[in-house]
Structure formats: structure tokens, C-alpha cells
């Protein structure tokens, strides 16, 4: 997200103060989409559209810092991701990494459980990107892990790219 500009305390200083409370308690529980929501719904009366309450927001991170408590990160290790897949209903016929993303958290990969018994998906964990891991590469390696200890195939349709539209797994 691009640095906050000096008009963003400008659109904080407009909202009622009972709203800025509430958006605080949003950001220091890491509940981002919910912090934007309501500054963007309170402060649409003061022209604050979604990306200055993007913006707005990003500043309150910015402000709290290490006094968020951030959400934990999905584990990626073999014996958490086996133990996830274990409690499945149903027999896990594949491992799969999908890429998604959004407008929050850009690209990120998503590590499924095909079951065939009931045939669904599971999400198994979301992998973001952080500046010392490539969520791709991540996602790929746990993947890849998990399918080879349960014995069944692992496909990730774009690896390389980001694509939500990739080939899915066929059995």
C-alpha cells in the first residue's frame, strides 16, 4: 500500500470520534477489511471513498505498530498440514495450490484438500507473500510435501504466475 499522505490525518480528523475508536479496536485486532469498511460508510458525507479509507487506515497501522496483535500465519509444515488433512471427512484424493487475491493482500496462494468422499475442497492454509518467502515457492514446497506423505498427486496450475483462472485438478 502506498505511503499515507499528509490529507489522510485531514479525513481521520473528520470522523466522529466514537468512529475512530472503533476503527482503532478494528486495527489493533488486525481486522482490516472491517476498519476500512467503516471509515469508508462513516466518512462517505466527508467524500471518503474506499481508497482514502484504504489510506486512512494504513496511517492507524502505521500509528500502532507493534501493538497490533497480527493474525498468525497458517503453518506450513508437514506434520501440521498432515494432522489439518487427517480431520477431513473423507478420503483426500489430491493436494492442490490455487492462486487468489485482493485488493488487502495482493496475491496470495491457497493449499486445498481434494476429498473424494464427499467430493470437495478444504482449505488447508493461505500462503502470503513476505519479504523473506515467495508465496508461490511456499505454497509449492508444503504442497508438495503433504501430497508425497499422504501418496497422492499435487498440482499448482500456475506456479510462475499469479493466475486465478489457472487449469484446476481433474481426477
Known sequence: MPAPQPQDHDLW?????????????????????PA???????????GIGLHDAE??????????????????ECPLDLESLAALASGLPGRVAAVEAVWDGDTVHGWFVNLLA????????????????????????????????????????????????PDDEAPRWRP
Not at 13 to 33: K, M, N, S
Open 13 to 33: 480528523e473528520t470522523l466522529p470520534a466514537g468512529i475512530r475508536t472503533q476503527v482503532d479496536g478494528y486495527v489493533l485486532q488486525d481486522r482490516l477489511l
Open 36 to 46: 476500512v469498511k467503516l471509515v469508508r460508510d462513516a466518512g462517505r458525507a466527508h
Open 55 to 72: 489510506m486512512v487506515v494504513h496511517e492507524r497501522y502505521v500509528f500502532h505498530g507493534d501493538r497490533i496483535a497480527r493474525t498468525p
Open 114 to 161: 481434494i476429498t473424494d468422499d464427499p467430493a470437495e475442497e478444504r482449505a488447508l492454509a493461505t500462503v502470503y507473500g513476505r519479504r523473506d518467502r515467495d508465496p508461490s515457492e511456499a505454497a509449492a514446497e508444503a504442497g508438495s510435501a503433504l501430497a508425497d506423505h499422504l501418496g497422492v498427486p499435487f498440482h499448482f496450475g500456475s506456479p510462475d504466475t
